[in-house]
């Protein structure tokens, strides 16, 4: 979407190296952005058949997974969080990885699992909409997945995000859901971060998204929302406007040890800050991912530091300006709205 910043007065931008991947970013020093430069349309859901529905169960492969109540039938209606396999999936469950070459080049079989997790039965729905205990229901299921696909040996690594919103790469529902991709690779973009995260770790025997967020608790200018066991901030290196980090509190490495407690905490951040977005823009498209530490195998080729160096993460980004050629060719972004402004629309004092 083009969007036109009517009343911002720029002066000097500043370029920002984000400590986590080592990107630059260039930030606009833009002070005067009002939230009603970036109004939304209303999300506008369709109306056509949808299997994701409750009742609608037939139509999806058999669930993996779902929270259900004891008087519902497996597959069957009375449910609140439902998890199935994609039923066109871009990786198989089946079969052997086939390791292989051809040239200078490295292949192998498409093995990995495709799911969606259905957030709600409702249509109607948005994650930000659902009542706290609902969402609680979507991290369980969360970590029931990752825990079950860590079975599987062939796995490294499991990428939950979600898209909301066709901008965001929602095409093919309208319904509120998450996605899970299981790999049998770890993601480059993790591989970067796990490096940089083990390298700091080296260097001062410390945390570095524990010292960075520290900071930004004591800074607080970046700051968006926080709770007992966790804390959502604009990254200081933010590479499109708006752009949230929520970090849990204490350290760990494993989205799947958060506790029962940390899950109705993150529950309730995470539709805080959802719902900040959805005030203050006007129900932009966003993505959210996961950021977990890949599955620690014996001989899995990572360092035994991994617990203690890593820190998971979620990151929120929504989708309000479009990556250009620029972006595509430098690898740096141009990011209109300081995160610093970013943070002060989203919490109004
Ligand atoms: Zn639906
Ligand atoms: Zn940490």
């Known amino acids: ?21 080592g990107r630059w970013v260039i930030v606009a020093d833009t002070a005067t952005v009002r939230p009603t430069d970036f109004r939304f349309k209303k999300f506008v859901r369709d109306a056509a058949f949808c299997p994701f529905c409750e009742t ?13 109540s004891s008087r519902s039938s497996v597959n069957g209606p009375g449910w609140s969080v439902r998890v199935v396999p994609n039923s066109n999936p871009r ?15 490295d292949l192998m079989n498409g093995v990995g699992a495709h799911e969606i997790i259905a957030e709600t039965p409702r249509h109607d729905l948005s994650l930000h909409e659902l009542e706290l205990h609902e969402i609680s229901d979507v991290v369980r299921a969360y970590r029931a997945r990752i825990i079950d696909l860590e079975g599987d040996k062939r796995m490294r690594y499991v990428l939950i995000f979600k898209n909301h919103g066709e901008e965001a790469g929602a095409h093919t529902t309208s319904h509120s859901i998450s996605r899970l991709m299981a790999l049998a690779v770890t993601p480059r973009a993790v591989k970067t971060k796990l490096m940089i995260a083990r390298d700091y770790f080296g260097l001062k025997e410390r945390c570095i998204y524990c010292d960075v967020l520290q900071q930004e608790l004591k800074g607080r200018k970046r700051l968006i929302a926080e709770n007992d066991n966790f804390a959502a901030f604009a990254p200081f290196a933010s590479r ?3 752009e949230m980090v ?17 899950v109705g905490s ?21 993505n959210l991912w996961l950021q977990d530490r890949p599955f620690l195998r014996p001989r899995g080729g990572y ?23 620029f972006e595509w060719a430098s690898g740096f972004f141009y990011n209109p709205v300081p995160p610093e402004t970013a943070a002060r629309c989203l919490s109004p004092a």
């Open 246 to 262: 929520i970090f849990p509190k204490s350290h760990s490495s494993a989205f799947s040890r958060i506790s029962p407690e940390q």
């Open 91 to 105: 990786l198989r469950v089946e079969g052997e990885l086939g390791r292989s070459s051809e040239g200078f080049h």
């Open 240 to 242: 499109f406007p708006f």
């Open 56 to 68: 609608n169960e037939a139509s999806t492969p058999p669930e993996v997974f779902a929270i259900r």
């Open 266 to 286: 993150l529950a309730q951040i995470l539709r805080a800050v959802l719902q900040k977005l959805d005030r203050t823009l006007g129900s932009p498209p966003y």
């Open 303 to 325: 360092w035994n530091t991994i617990e203690d160096d890593f820190h998971w993460h979620i990151e929120i980004l929504p989708q309000i300006v479009r990556a250009t050629g």
């Open 1 to 21: 979407m083009a969007m036109e910043f009517i009343g911002a007065e720029t002066r000097m931008s500043q370029m920002r190296k984000d400590v986590f991947t």
